[in-house]
């Protein structure tokens, strides 16, 4: 990052802007005396977009933090997605993601929280997902005028969503619906069926229960109707891989469930990205089973699908497994999906995070700032 103003989390003075020398020099000390992190006087800073819901998401991470004795504030990113009006697919949905990234890489942050499914499926070798918190529900919502739901609508219904996997798989249910793009922020989106301008909107659960809004939803779809997006529901509470005394702390808020199911559902991703992207839906859940003793033990069980972007065609298998074979089982059910045609259904790479969901919070109008 260069010339970026940084407040000074012990003075309150604002800072002079750095080079990227000066930065990277920064984040070196501050590493050398990372000790000194998550006392009142240096507070672990937690990069975040300004929206309300990743303030809220990063908010309960600061609480978190500061519940088991650290001390931690938040700091406000504004990212190249935030500031363009342009359509997620053609800017990529990695802006979302890069800026915190920088800021992480720079050392004016300590700790950046994300809506998992933002990530590149790519690891970042100069990070690590040191936490991944119990998950929300992953399914998407239904925001439709005067009560309806999805079946209820009439032929010609307007519904918003800029996810080529949600339009997909509403196109493939056959009910006649019109799709028309959306982006802004979830209460962007929500008003937009208030006053008319749509007949519904589908988002994801999660981000309306995380603002305070499921009063909103007229139903949550299933994952029979809808599979959502990988990670849909889920943070990454990223740092430093060099932090490591950070790692081990972030790590309590770890939730192994959690991480088993992102686990299977991002390798599935990353395996049919492999040259390609298409409307991509898949759902792991840790399950009770029974092994060959009679013993009850827990299983990851995933389900995945691949659409025609018009929803001529949808291909779904699913597989179950151990959760130490998350990563695996994930690419065995996108080899499986391929052989069943998927790849029929993929079409050419055309942003800088293939396969990706579009962000739910894709507006932000707030500078980079602490937050306590």
Excluded at 197 to 207: F, N, Y
């Amino acid at each position: 990052m260069t010339g970026a103003m940084v407040q000074d989390t012990q003075t309150g003075r604002e800072a002079v802007p750095e080079t990227g020398t000066d930065a990277v020099h920064r984040a070196a000390h501050e590493t050398v005396h990372s000790t000194a992190r998550g006392t009142v006087d240096a507070p672990w800073r937690i990069g975040t977009r300004g929206s309300l819901l990743a303030l809220t998401q990063a908010g309960h991470v600061r609480d978190a933090l500061v519940g088991a004795g650290q001390q931690a504030e938040l700091v406000i990113v504004k990212t190249a997605g935030d500031k363009s009006s342009a359509p997620v697919q053609t800017i990529g949905v990695g802006v979302f993601t890069a800026a915190l990234r920088d800021e992480l890489a720079a050392g004016t942050v300590d700790i950046a929280v994300h809506s998992y499914k933002d990530l590149p499926t790519a690891q970042d070798p100069r990070f690590d997902i040191a936490a991944i918190p119990p998950r929300a529900d992953p399914r998407d919502a239904l925001v439709a005028r005067d009560g309806l739901v999805l079946g209820e609508l009439p032929a010609g219904s307007r519904i918003g969503t800029s996810a080529p996997r949600r339009a997909s798989q509403l196109l493939a249910l056959g009910l006649g619906v019109e799709i028309v793009p959306l982006r802004g922020n979830l209460d962007t989106r929500i008003a937009k069926v208030a006053n008319g301008e749509l007949d519904a909107v589908v988002v994801a659960r999660a981000g309306l229960a995380r603002i305070g809004r499921l009063d909103a939803v007229t139903e949550s779809l299933e994952p029979v109707q809808m599979l959502p997006a990988p990670a849909q529901g889920a943070l990454a509470v990223e740092c430093r891989s060099e932090d490591t005394e950070l790692v081990t702390i972030l790590s309590a808020l770890d939730d192994v469930g959690t991480r088993a199911a992102i686990t299977a559902e991002r390798s599935l991703l990353a395996e049919l990205e492999a040259g390609c992207t298409a409307p991509i839906g898949a759902l792991a859940e840790v399950v009770e089973s029974l092994d060959d003793d009679g013993r009850v033990i827990d299983e990851l069980s995933l389900r995945g699908c691949v659409a025609a972007i018009d929803g001529s065609d949808t291909i779904r298998a699913s597989v179950v497994g151990s959760l130490a074979d998350a990563a695996e089982l994930g690419r065995a059910l996108a080899r499986e999906l391929l052989e069943l045609g998927a790849r029929d259904l993929l079409s050419d790479p055309g942003d800088a995070n293939p396969g990706a969901e579009p962000s739910d919070d894709s507006s932000n109008p707030s500078p980079m700032e602490n937050i306590r």
